[in-house]
T-cell receptor
Framework: AQSVTQLGSHVSVSEGALVLLRCNYS??????LFWYVQYPNQGLQLLLK??????LVKGINGFEAEFKKSETSFHLTKPSAHMSDAAEYFC???????????FGQGTRLTINP | DTGVSQNPRHKITKRGQNVTFRCDPI?????LYWYRQTLGQGPEFLTY????????KSRLLSDRFSAERPKGSFSTLEIQRTEQGDSAMYLC???????????FGPGTRLTVL
């Protein structure tokens, strides 16, 4: 069965520092991959997605992610953290032929002033 | 495009009571999904509809849970004889079709006392 693993349930960085949130998936077939952000008591907002083609994907708010098939990874990065980036981030996979998103357990990002 | 809406946003009920949640998807979206998210976890798939047909149900969806999507528009999720373990955020999402991005509503937070 496919699964998504996010390394680190809590990541803390200083404002202006690099943000790196890790995501690995397990699937025999490369899935479609997504990063969502969730602010307190709100639903999930799509940051970016990878389907096919270019492996470096740019999203909203300055985030980007790179699909690496050899490493089965889809890590999320942002060069310079902003206070407004503090939120919960979820990596998710959609396996072709399946209908449901499989989510990682989430990473809470804290930004220190 | 008004996005996915869910009502109510919060529901507090006593154990044993029945509750019903409503989801209004993005108007042209054929697919509608329900997920459940417990504290500190990623969302877990419950069920999905294509138009009015319910095509898949998770094992998480016990007999006390029922979902409908009459006329392929809005959907309702009913929980009968609620238990404390049902306390969670219930998220609805919609997509245009298979493998398309799922857009999430703000969720309904259920607390069972």
């Amino acid at each position: 069965a496919q699964s998504v693993t996010q390394l680190g349930s809590h990541v803390s960085v200083s404002e202006g520092a690099l943000v790196l949130l890790r995501c690995n998936y397990s699937s025999s077939v490369p899935p479609y991959l997504f990063w969502y952000v969730q602010y307190p008591n709100q639903g999930l907002q799509l940051l970016l997605k990878y389907t096919t083609g270019a492996t470096l994907v740019k999203g909203i708010n300055g985030f980007e992610a790179e699909f690496k098939k050899s490493e089965t990874s889809f890590h999320l990065t942002k060069p310079s953290a902003h206070m407004s980036d503090a939120a919960e981030y979820f990596c998710a996979a959609l396996i072709q032929g399946a209908q449901k998103l499989v989510f990682g357990q989430g990473t809470r990002l804290t930004i220190n002033p | 495009d008004t996005g996915v809406s869910q009502n109510p946003r919060h529901k507090i009920t006593k154990r044993g009571q029945n509750v019903t949640f409503r989801c209004d998807p993005i108007s042209e979206h054929n697919r509608l999904y329900w997920y459940r998210q417990t504290l500190g976890q990623g969302p877990e798939f419950l069920t999905y509809f294509q138009n009015e047909a319910q095509l898949e149900k998770s094992r998480l969806l016990s007999d006390r849970f029922s979902a409908e999507r009459p006329k392929g528009s809005f959907s309702t999720l009913e929980i009968q004889r609620t238990e404390q373990g049902d306390s969670a955020m219930y998220l609805c999402a919609s997509s245009l079709g298979n493998l398309d991005t799922q857009y999430f509503g703000p969720g309904t937070r259920l607390t069972v006392l």
